[in-house]
């Protein structure tokens, strides 16, 4: 191991908040996007959605490919001069998405058309960057983002590289909004209140997020510190989490063991809460167990409220609010849940906060993701 890896840039783009001050300004004030209405297909009934551009818009428009563009436009120098540098190693840069940017792909047999998207997103960063780094796409569906923030820890750490880019991004997708009809997972309201009461589903977005970490011996003001990380699969359902939590115990076993830190020294836990029936219950209670031994309570949060689901940026954009967090010394609240769910709010360890609190200067935070298969990611980003 070559100590930490730093995150030394940290920015994001969701349907209601044009970058991260914006995003952390609308959890703070508990500021609650309106999800846009997309016509359905065929048969379909109308979707809502968090999107970034007018939903009437084609989807298929070749230039809603331009998401990558702008993620990658910030970084962009910075990958040119770490390439150009005989001193560094080649830079890295990891793709999580799931339908990608690329609407394209909707009505395809769902294995197809998740495959394609992702080969074909992985070519266009490359195309972009113009073989000034290795392109490598992470596949575990909404759990992508955090495995690539995982997984470029692990480049880090081990010595394979010092400089990788973390790039997660997500257009609405006709084809997996059907899905999660036929699920019954969307909200009904086009609203998305994780751990609420009332809860009625999930609501897609549409964003990005970018994050650049480096080694210890480059990294230069950095954000905050990818401190351990744990990656399982329960293999129990292809939809649904196991019920006991298996997958989820051991990666947030695995993270807090590669970190260091115990369960005292967790501030917040930033939760996949995706605002289903099924997922958020079940999600507060697993921690719940995990954190018995805490002696205070420890708030759960979920930023999905304002952000919408992201799927495979969902990581990303979460560890970048992760870093704010820590900058800021706060924790966010829930920003469109009303009444917290009397089963998750009879919990001993666990509370969901509605208000925003006070993070204490050495608390790191724990920020977990769940995919389709029963992937599960965790990560624990704490100071530089």
Request: charged share 15%; aromatic share 4%; glycine share 12%.
């Amino acid at each position: 191991m070559t100590g930490n890896a730093l995150i030394t840039y940290a920015q994001t783009r969701t349907a209601a908040a044009p970058n991260l001050a914006t995003l952390w300004a609308n959890l703070i004030s508990l500021t609650v996007p309106t999800a846009a209405s997309i016509p359905g297909v065929g048969t379909d009934a109308d979707y809502r959605a968090f999107t970034l551009s007018d939903p009437g818009t084609d989807r298929a428009d070749p230039r809603y490919r331009d998401i990558w563009r702008a993620a990658l436009a910030p970084v962009l120098s910075r990958i040119a001069e770490v390439n150009g540098d005989p001193r560094r190693a080649r830079p890295i840069v990891l793709v999580a998405t799931v339908m990608g940017s690329r609407p394209e792909y909707d009505r395809q047999a769902p294995a197809h058309g998740i495959k394609n998207a992702l080969a074909d997103d992985v070519a266009a960063v490359s195309e972009l960057l113009g073989h000034q780094a290795d392109v490598l796409g992470i596949g575990s569906g909404c759990a992508a983002g955090t495995t690539a923030v995982g997984i470029a820890r692990s480049l880090i750490t081990t010595g394979r590289a010092d400089f990788v880019v973390c790039l997660g991004a997500e257009m609405v997708s006709l084809e997996v909004l059907t899905l999660f009809t036929a699920l019954g997972g969307l909200a009904r309201e086009g609203v998305l209140r994780p751990f609420d009461e009332h809860r009625t589903g999930m609501v897609p977005g549409e964003g990005w997020g970018v994050l650049i970490l480096e080694s210890e011996r480059w990294a230069d003001r950095p954000l905050g510190a990818v401190l351990g990380y744990g990656e399982a699969s329960d293999g129990y359902d292809i939809v649904a989490p196991s019920p006991d939590g298996v997958g989820l115990s051991a990666a947030i076993g695995q993270a807090l063991a590669e970190s260091g830190r115990g369960v005292a020294d967790i501030g917040w836990i930033c939760a996949h809460g995706t605002g289903t029936r099924a997922n958020d219950a079940l999600e507060a209670q697993i921690y719940d167990g995990l954190f018995r031994r805490r002696e205070q309570q420890l708030p759960c949060v979920s930023i999905k409220g304002a952000t919408g689901h992201c799927q495979g940026a969902a990581g990303v954009i979460e560890a970048a609010v992760a870093c704010t967090s820590l900058a800021e010394a706060m924790v966010p609240p829930n920003a469109a849940a009303l009444t917290v769910d009397p089963i998750v709010a009879a919990l001993e360890r666990v509370q969901v906060p509605l208000t925003p609190s006070t993070l204490a200067p050495s608390a790191a935070v724990l920020s977990t993701s769940f995919g389709f298969g029963g992937s599960v990611s965790a990560i624990v980003i704490g100071q530089p």
